[in-house]
């Protein structure tokens, strides 16, 4: 049994639908589905059962489930200790802007129970580097939001956040249980430095271009609101002070939280990594 068919089974498992496992997988859905039935013929048990609506488990699908994550929790334990005694001690992580989400902190107390023995250091940047110092080889893996330039990366969603305008609170607009983009055609935007990913600057300004102030950092974001009225866009969620609101942006793709690293990067901390992650999310 091949540990690959066992990880393309998990992702089939716990999306419960082979397109979207397709896409966490960073493959296409024929051969994902031939794999499936390739381990199905191997255990000689039907795993999922089929519908237009998507897959659910079977009872052996789901003792498999089990199973198989445990042995590949122990295959990227073997990983990790084996990197150890490598010399391999130490991950740094880019960290985009907002250390304080929900899903870091369950992400760093399941890394640590998983892997007491690896350094972790956390490298936050700010808002002109959606990638967090990959490209310049500053971390081995970033937590970011996209989209941004993948060229050269690897780039795995964890979670798709729907995002809302940044407001004041007596803004006539801060009312609105949901915003359209038009409906802030004639406000000023905060905008980033030039030379920023233009990928990443069309999203956060709503894909055309804007007049307003350039910032670097989400505080800076957040006084450029509270002292001129700017408008931004941030996704839901987040803390804010009584004085800001967020309302809903109902027209806007949600912005990927996303864990990416630089293609064919040997580090098998990465993979645990990224693994961990994926769960942390997820719950």
């Known amino acids: 049994m091949e540990l690959r068919l066992l990880r393309y089974f998990v992702a089939v498992a716990e999306e419960l639908h082979f397109g979207r ?4 997988l960073h493959m296409s859905q024929p051969p994902l589905s031939r794999a499936i039935k ?53 991950i740094t992580v880019g960290i985009l802007g907002d250390s304080a989400d929900r899903g870091i902190t369950q ?14 250091r956390i490298r936050e940047t700010d808002l002109t580097d ?8 500053l971390v081995d893996v970033a937590l970011t939001h996209g989209p941004f330039d993948e060229t050269g990366l690897t ?4 979670r798709a956040d729907p995002v809302g305008a940044v407001l004041r609170a007596d803004d006539p607009l801060a009312r609105r249980d949901r915003l359209k983009l038009a409906d802030l ?12 990913d233009p990928i990443w600057q069309s999203y956060w300004s709503g894909g055309e271009p804007r007049e307003g102030p350039v910032v670097r950092a989400v505080q800076e974001c957040l006084q450029a609101v509270l002292w001129n009225g700017t408008v931004g866009m941030t996704p839901l969620g987040h803390d804010l002070p009584e004085e800001l609101t967020v309302v809903p ?4 793709a949600p912005s990927r939280v996303v864990a990416a690293w630089n293609e064919g990067d040997p580090n098998p901390l990465i993979r645990s990594f990224v693994q961990i992650a994926t769960a942390a999310y997820r719950d």
């Open 38 to 90: 390739q381990l199905e013929t191997d255990l000689g048990a039907a795993l999922l059962h089929r519908s237009a609506a998507g897959v659910t488990l079977t009872p052996a699908g789901a003792v498999l489930l089990d199973e198989a994550r445990t042995l590949l929790d122990r295959v990227e334990q073997v990983r990790v200790r084996v990197a150890a005694a490598a010399g391999a001690t130490t």
């Open 130 to 137: 959606p990638t967090c110092g990959l490209r310049a080889g």
């Open 185 to 196: 055609a004639d406000r000023r935007w905060f905008r980033f430095p030039d030379g920023t």
């Open 249 to 252: 942006l109902i027209d806007l």
């Open 107 to 120: 992400l760093a107390a399941a890394y640590r129970r998983r892997h007491p023995g690896v350094e972790v």
């Open 155 to 158: 780039v795995h969603e964890l």
């Open 21 to 24: 496992a397709a896409a966490r």
